[in-house]
């Protein structure tokens, strides 16, 4: 999707192969120029990104271009994207704290922690905003512990949750004089 020569880029492809180059230190001066500019030809007029070049933006591949505008940032500008992109989650966000797939759609669990993730990076969440989307996430826990019973959301969710406490209750307690010493 980085071949200058190539002229049918896939948007979510072109950001999930920016952010592996990046990773690896794969992108040199021309590489990262070429990188910043193939993403941006590809961000739509609403700021976000679609699974393909043409269509409606979608959060997952929104996301997904945020992450890698993000790691970009440090090797070049990419303000004036990476502020639109991070637009478009925030405002695709629903009053049950979570995001969907298509902005105006239901809310979906991968969407939402792959948007709080994205939005995360960009450090543009407010705190009650990034606060209903961590509800909106542990509601979708399931009763085995697993989120929408799925390994990728569950991994996720680990992720996006991982410096938080559990939220235990105690259904009924039974306390006695009997067990308590000194």
């Given amino acids: 999707s980085l071949d200058a020569s190539f002229e049918v880029a896939v948007p979510l492809d072109t950001a999930l192969a920016v952010r592996a180059l990046v990773a ?22 609403d700021g976000g990104f679609a699974v393909a070049a043409g269509e409606d933006s979608d959060l997952v591949s929104t996301a997904e271009a945020v992450d890698a505008l993000v790691d970009l940032a440090g090797l070049t500008d990419v303000s004036a994207e990476l502020d639109a992109a991070a637009a478009f989650l925030s405002e695709a966000q629903g ?25 995360r990076h960009t450090g ?17 826990q399931e009763v085995d ?22 939220n235990l209750a105690l259904a009924s307690v039974l306390l006695s004089s009997a067990s308590v010493t000194r």
């Fill in 124 to 140: 543009t969440l407010p705190p009650p905003s990034d606060l209903a989307a961590q509800a909106y996430v542990v509601a979708g």
């Fill in 95 to 119: 009053a049950d704290g979570g995001f969907p797939v298509f902005a105006g759609g239901p809310s979906d669990l991968t969407t939402t922690l792959l948007s709080l993730r994205a939005l």
């Fill in 24 to 45: 690896a230190g794969g992108l040199d001066v021309e590489g990262v120029v070429l990188a910043h500019g193939r993403l941006a030809a590809l961000q739509n007029a």
């Fill in 145 to 166: 512990g697993s989120f929408a019973a799925d390994p990728y959301a569950t991994a996720l969710a680990i992720q996006m949750l991982g410096g938080a406490r559990p």
